[in-house]
Structure formats: C-alpha cells, structure tokens
C-alpha cells in the first residue's frame, strides 16, 4: 500500500501563474481534504472531496478549485497566483468505514510562487 | 469545532516518558480528541484518539480528565526520532454528508535531547 502520493513533490511559479496539484489517496480511502501550511504555522483546511463533490470548504478564496475523479484521486488548482500562496499544500485521505476516521496524509507538494 | 490550547514548546530527554498536555475547556458531548504530530518535512501523522476513555496504543497513551477539559498524550520512552510538532485537535464524530476536516492549531514543539 503506497499511502497518499502527492505530485509533484516541488514547484516554482510566477506570480499570476495558475498550478495544479495532484493526489492519489490511500487504497480503500474515498474522501481526499486539501489543506495549506504556511512556514511556521499549522496546516489550513481549504476543502475536502467526497463522491466527486465539494463536501466542505475552509475560508479560501474561489482562486482556489479542487477537483475528485472516479477513482478518488483528486487536484488542487490555484489560479491567478500570488506570493502568499507559497506554501506547502497537503493532501489527506480518509474513509467513513475505517475505525477511528483516521486523516492520512501525503508528503506534500511545496509550492513557490515568485 | 471546540478551540484548544498546547504549550508552545517543551524539551524531553531520551528514554523518559513525554507529557504533552491539551485544554479544550469548550469541548462538546459529541466531540473526540485527536492527536496528530508532524515530524519536519513530513505531512501529519495520526497518533491516537479518545472521547472519554483513556486509550492507548503502539505510540502513545491518552489520558482525558473526567470532565474532558483536558487532556494528556504521553509518549513512555521518547526517542530522538520523537522531535516534532504535536497537534491536539477536537473535532466531532464523523457524520456522513457533513465532512470530518481537521482543524490545526499551533502545536506544541516537541524536542527530544540525548
């Protein structure tokens, strides 16, 4: 079982730019959350994916648009970049049927907008 | 989902037992306790969780005082590899439709010294 992958593990963007993110959550996960973690300071909440749709939704503007495949896998697009948006973007998976609705999280994808 | 408040810091030696304490003063009936820690670099990794009863597993124990206030993680034998960032998090039992997002806070920075 590989986990939660997130692709790619880094990138550079310039400031108006648009990204996208990717993550393949855990085998028998069908929920995947994004979040965002500034240096220094606890992960965000930005939204989560359940049955292909927005489920919940953290105060992030609507720069920010995810999207959930069939296969659970998901993105996470920014677009219009700014340089606050640099920031280590993570990806988490979980499932209603396993005990405890345990998050498990990718590596993360470290985005540096310039 | 119920606010909660972590030390900011705290030193451990190696070998000894690690007490990382967590208020939630606001916690609700329906809400449990998680706990989450971030070694540099790496996404979150889930620990241990509880409502009311003391748990434990290969990680951790959870002691929750009587009135859920409160709360203690203990790691009995902290190792070097044990340096992290703890999250205490009190979220509400999962219900499905209404999405199960982790909210973070500061952590407390844990550094654990031979």
């Known amino acids: 079982d590989a986990g939660v992958t997130q692709s790619p593990t880094h990138l550079i963007k310039t400031r108006g730019q648009q990204v996208t993110l990717r993550c393949s959550p855990k085998s028998g996960h069908d929920t995947v959350s994004w979040y965002q973690q500034a240096l220094g300071q606890g992960p965000q909440f930005i939204f989560q994916?359940?049955?292909?749709?927005?489920?919940q939704r953290g105060n992030f503007p609507d720069r920010f648009s995810g999207h959930q495949f069939p296969n659970y896998s998901s993105e996470l697009n920014v677009n219009a970049l700014l340089l606050g948006d640099s920031a280590l973007y993570l990806c988490?998976?979980?499932?209603?049927?396993?005990?405890?609705?345990?998050?498990?999280f990718g590596q993360g994808t470290r985005l540096t907008v310039v | 989902d119920a606010k909660t408040t972590q030390p900011p810091s705290m030193d451990c030696a190696e070998g000894r037992a690690a007490n990382l304490p967590c208020n939630h003063s606001?916690?609700?009936?329906?809400?449990?306790v998680y706990w989450y820690r971030q070694i540099h670099s790496q996404g979150p990794q889930y620990i241990i969780h509880g409502l009311k009863n003391n748990e434990t597993n290969e990680m951790a124990s959870l002691i929750i005082t009587e009135d859920r206030k409160s709360s203690t993680l203990i790691l009995p034998h902290a190792t070097l590899r044990d340096t992290a960032v703890y999250y205490c998090i009190v979220r509400p039992s999962r219900v499905k439709a209404a999405g199960n997002k982790l909210t973070f806070g500061g952590g407390t920075r844990v550094l654990v010294k031979p």
């Open positions: 988490a998976s979980s499932s209603d049927t396993e005990t405890g609705d345990k998050a498990f």
């Open positions: 606001t916690i609700s009936g329906n809400e449990y």
């Open positions: 994916y359940y049955e292909e749709e927005e489920r």
